[in-house]
């Protein structure tokens, strides 16, 4: 058998070089769908983060505006026209036979120049408070017990952001038709006593604390006064000589509350704070939407909430609607200056000079039907390989000054200079809005 001859040769040198530069072109092929498959989930992951945000923002807002004015059927809404339901309109303001400053009402700002001199219904604005804020101020003005001052700093609240303040009942409530709960009235129908049998699911009566106020409803009328408690009976008391609270209609589901605890009081505004994020850098902040009960600790609710804007949808006295800025609502013009005619208004004989004055202007808090709220939201991260156009967005707001000058360019080019609200450029935004009823406006 012959051997079998062959010839054994390798690459050459050129063959090595093509194979290499060959092998680097897939390598820089395969780097460069990684990086930008990469980039773009992390694009996705901090857009469905912003998108949660902003959804339970609205969300939470929403649930709370809904309710504003809420007070088991007794309610502050306002009057379609001048003409029709003047007599019930005036029931639903519950009476206070209690001063106005013994209320203890947190985040307060209706200061009253002369106290009433005798039993006053609850002035509007005590349901619905809020405050149209630019960069360089708000009308009114937010005083610092209710909201911390504007600034670019952390802990500051956000430049050119809206501040609201709303109340409403948020218990159940003791009923006095029920379980041989009972009423006693007296010959003119006052108040004599209330005798109260918890039923299952109420609050313990122990809940009512010595000086706390009570909050009596039938749905249609109500009073809030101030009572003594002797286990489950009730005793009612008038700051006014010569008034006393009257009886309700037990035809109803009437119910006593406790004031002091079941009035809610909530409190919306955004803050900047301190990105505790390892990786971000030196002095970066986030902005916050933070929610008040109570007068309590702010509690933060949705991070990256950078804008809040609130318009106010207002039934004028001839059954017109306006859509105005909390400024235009508490001075009673519409956008141009021109007054706008207030609803029916209840009985405010009981104020005097200055304060009657005070009321009658901000009259139109009595008229919302609905609350349009504009939010935008950021994702909190920088996003620094993002370019000005995949960082573009829009942010419609009101069209006002207010909203125009704390925007960024729809295509920012200064990435690096931070907006007047003192936050970065650098990262993704979106808008949400919602409108929402209030619950109780009285049509």
Same mark, same amino acid.
């Given at each position: 058998?012959?051997?079998?001859?062959?010839?054994?040769?390798?690459?050459?040198?050129?063959?090595?070089?093509?194979?290499?530069?060959?092998? #680097?072109?897939?390598?820089?092929?395969?780097?460069?769908?990684?990086?930008?498959?990469?980039?773009?989930?992390?694009?996705?992951?901090?857009? $469905?983060?912003?998108?949660?945000?902003?959804? &339970?923002?609205?969300?939470?807002?929403?649930?709370?505006?809904?309710?504003?004015?809420?007070? /088991?059927?007794?309610?502050?809404?306002?009057?379609?026209?001048?003409?029709?339901?003047?007599?019930?309109?005036?029931?639903?303001?519950?009476?206070?036979?209690?001063?106005?400053?013994?209320?203890?009402?947190?985040?307060? $700002?209706?200061?009253?120049?002369?106290?009433?001199?005798?039993?006053?219904? @609850?002035?509007?604005?005590? /349901?619905?408070?809020?405050?149209?804020?630019?960069?360089?101020?708000?009308?009114?003005?937010?005083?610092?017990?209710?909201?911390?001052?504007?600034?670019?700093?952390?802990?500051?609240? *956000?430049?050119?952001?809206?501040?609201?303040?709303?109340? &409403? *009942?948020?218990?159940?409530?003791?009923?006095? *038709?029920?379980?041989?709960?009972?009423?006693?009235?007296?010959?003119?129908?006052?108040?004599?006593?209330?005798?109260?049998?918890?039923?299952? %699911?109420?609050?313990?009566?122990?809940?009512?604390?010595?000086?706390?106020? $009570?909050?009596?409803?039938?749905?249609?009328?109500?009073?809030?006064?101030?009572?003594?408690?002797?286990?489950? *009976?009730?005793?009612?008391?008038?700051?006014?000589?010569?008034?006393?609270?009257?009886?309700?209609?037990?035809?109803?589901?009437?119910?006593?509350?406790?004031?002091?605890?079941?009035?809610?009081?909530?409190? &919306?505004?955004?803050?900047?704070?301190?990105?505790?994020?390892?990786?971000?850098?030196?002095?970066?902040?986030?902005?916050?939407?933070?929610?008040?009960?109570?007068?309590?600790?702010?509690?933060?609710?949705?991070?990256?909430?950078?804008?809040?804007?609130?318009? &106010?949808?207002?039934?004028? $006295?001839?059954?017109?609607?306006?859509?105005?800025?909390?400024?235009?609502?508490?001075?009673?013009?519409?956008?141009?200056?021109?007054?706008?005619?207030?609803?029916?208004?209840?009985?405010?004989?009981?104020?005097?000079?200055?304060?009657?004055?005070?009321?009658?202007?901000?009259?139109?808090?009595?008229?919302?039907?609905?609350?349009?709220?504009?939010?935008?939201?950021?994702?909190?991260?920088?996003?620094?390989?993002?370019?000005?156009?995949?960082?573009? /967005?829009? /942010?419609?707001?009101?069209?006002?000054?207010?909203?125009?000058?704390?925007?960024?360019?729809?295509?920012?080019?200064?990435?690096?200079?931070? @907006?007047?609200?003192? #936050?970065?450029?650098?990262? @993704?935004?979106?808008?949400?809005? %919602?409108?929402?009823?209030?619950?109780?406006?009285?049509?």
């Amino acid at each position: 058998m012959k051997p079998i001859r062959g010839l054994i040769r390798g690459f050459t040198l050129v063959e090595l070089m093509i194979a290499l530069a060959l092998g #680097l072109l897939v390598t820089a092929g395969i780097i460069s769908v990684f990086v930008s498959t990469s980039k773009a989930g992390n694009v996705q992951t901090q857009m $469905a983060r912003l998108q949660e945000e902003g959804r &339970y923002a609205i969300g939470q807002i929403g649930s709370d505006l809904s309710m504003a004015g809420g007070l /088991y059927g007794a309610n502050t809404g306002g009057l379609a026209t001048r003409e029709t339901y003047g007599y019930m309109d005036g029931l639903r303001s519950p009476t206070a036979y209690v001063q106005f400053a013994s209320l203890g009402l947190p985040d307060n $700002a209706v200061a009253l120049g002369n106290p009433p001199a005798a039993p006053y219904p @609850l002035p509007s604005r005590i /349901y619905v408070s809020g405050y149209e804020c630019s960069v360089a101020a708000c009308i009114p003005a937010v005083p610092v017990a209710i909201a911390p001052v504007m600034g670019t700093a952390a802990g500051n609240r *956000v430049p050119g952001a809206d501040v609201l303040t709303l109340r &409403y *009942v948020s218990g159940r409530g003791w009923s006095i *038709v029920e379980g041989g709960s009972t009423q006693v009235c007296d010959a003119t129908n006052n108040l004599t006593s209330i005798s109260i049998v918890p039923q299952a %699911g109420d609050a313990p009566l122990a809940s009512f604390q010595a000086g706390d106020l $009570a909050l009596l409803s039938d749905g249609s009328a109500a009073s809030v006064f101030k009572v003594t408690r002797a286990g489950g *009976v009730f005793t009612p008391s008038s700051d006014f000589p010569g008034y006393a609270p009257g009886c309700v209609n037990t035809q109803t589901d009437a119910r006593l509350y406790n004031f002091s605890n079941d009035f809610t009081t909530i409190t &919306y505004y955004l803050q900047l704070l301190a990105d505790s994020n390892p990786d971000a850098p030196a002095g970066h902040r986030v902005a916050a939407l933070m929610r008040k009960v109570n007068g309590g600790p702010a509690e933060e609710i949705a991070r990256g909430v950078e804008r809040l804007d609130f318009r &106010y949808m207002i039934e004028n $006295a001839d059954g017109g609607v306006s859509v105005l800025g909390a400024d235009n609502v508490a001075a009673g013009t519409d956008g141009s200056g021109n007054a706008i005619d207030c609803p029916v208004q209840p009985d405010l004989s009981a104020f005097t000079g200055a304060t009657l004055s005070e009321l009658r202007q901000g009259c139109l808090w009595r008229a919302l039907r609905a609350i349009e709220v504009h939010t935008l939201v950021n994702n909190a991260t920088l996003l620094p390989t993002l370019g000005a156009n995949e960082l573009a /967005y829009r /942010y419609s707001c009101d069209g006002s000054a207010s909203c125009t000058s704390t925007g960024a360019a729809l295509a920012p080019t200064a990435l690096t200079a931070p @907006l007047p609200n003192g #936050l970065d450029k650098r990262m @993704l935004r979106r808008e949400f809005v %919602g409108m929402f009823s209030v619950r109780n406006y009285n049509p």
